[in-house]
């Protein structure tokens, strides 16, 4: 079993930053492909970006791409979504996500095992 804690979120305004962070338990962290998904009120769950296992192979949206960076701490089982120049429409629930095997990249929401309880973002206008 795999517990994900995100933590981080909270009120900015608009071209604000916020970084988010992910703990998770297991001695196999670094064997876990990551991502980092959103939700926003009446909204799918969209995918925001994506770190492999060892950092070499990262994704992201294209609503996020040049803003937006993911990373991750091995030695920490931590992952993080730095957030610049944040807007108004990033405003969501954000949850990290853990896909225990492959060595691929991850775009799904079903391509993974485990969810963190989500943290709330809110970009004030």
């Known amino acids: 079993q795999v517990q994900l804690v995100e933590s981080g979120g909270g009120l900015v305004q608009t071209g604000g930053s916020l970084r988010l962070s992910c703990a998770a338990s297991?001695?196999?962290?670094?064997?876990?492909?990551m991502g980092w998904f959103r939700q926003a009120p009446g909204k799918e769950r969209e995918f925001v970006a994506f770190?492999?296992?060892?950092?070499?192979?990262?994704d992201y949206a294209a609503s996020v791409k040049g803003r937006f960076t993911i990373s991750r701490d091995n030695a920490k089982n931590t992952v993080y979504l730095q957030m610049n120049s944040l807007k108004p429409e990033d405003t969501a629930v954000y949850y990290c996500a853990a896909r225990v095997y492959g060595r691929g990249v991850y775009l799904l929401p079903n391509d993974y095992n485990y969810w963190g309880q989500g943290t709330q973002v809110t970009v004030s206008s």
């Open positions: 297991g001695r196999t962290f670094s064997s876990y492909a």
């Open positions: 770190i492999s296992w060892n950092g070499g192979l990262t």
